[in-house]
């Protein structure tokens, strides 16, 4: 372990995971306050959608990236991936209850929306994978589950990945900005499939 993953995990050690849920707190406070001073531009509800959402997709790809980060430097950040989870979670519904209470607005027009339109399908895919995980991070479910935990985890993986399509498909056509982040998002999967001698080693 080099000298700069030492430094950093002795202040990890030190400072708690609880703060991050207060500073998570922050962006769509201020997001909520621009748009009712009027700093969104001429359609705040939109912008707000789109920018709680898109907090959501890079907290989730921050949590996807602890595990390879301890890995290939040594960096440790464990501690701080529940909080991080359900950080996501917090952000993803909060931008599901803009588009369906500040959007939408016509209940009968959400379920047509939801069937219709690939890129809210594809959302509302990964924003229902994602309830498990929330439901049970929580020390009771892991002694409850046990192995079981792990695997149910697991969705956050197909979650992350419907997640970076959805930002692709509401761009309508291929930009630069999501095409990136789906494609740091194949690479963290990738990095997470076990070396071929390991594999070998597995299953001997």
């Known amino acids: 372990m080099n000298i700069v993953a030492q430094t950093l995990n002795g202040w990890t050690r030190k400072v708690p995971a609880w703060p991050l849920y207060i500073l ?46 301890r890995r290939f430097t040594g960096i440790n950040l464990i501690k701080y991936r529940r909080a991080l989870g359900l950080i996501t979670f ?37 924003f229902l994978l994602m309830i498990p995980l929330a439901v049970t991070s929580n020390n009771r479910s892991v002694r409850k589950l046990r192995k079981t935990w792990g695997k149910l985890h697991m969705l956050a993986y197909p979650a992350v990945l419907l997640g970076g399509v959805h930002f692709i498909l509401l761009r309508k056509g291929i930009q630069l900005e999501p095409l990136i982040y789906l494609i740091l998002i194949v690479g963290l999967l990738v990095l997470r499939v076990p070396p071929l001698a390991q594999r070998r080693a597995a299953r001997a």
């Open 90 to 126: 917090f952000y993803i519904s909060c931008h599901l209850a803009v588009w369906l209470f500040l959007d939408v607005q016509i209940w009968s027009q959400i379920w047509a929306d939801i069937v219709k339109r690939p890129y809210i399908t594809i959302g509302m895919g990964a």
């Open 24 to 69: 998570a707190l922050i962006p769509p406070a201020l997001l909520f306050y621009q748009g009712v001073t009027g700093s969104l531009g001429i359609d705040p509800v939109k912008k707000m959608e789109h920018q709680i959402g898109l907090y959501g997709l890079q907290v989730l790809i921050a949590t996807m990236c602890v595990t390879p980060l």
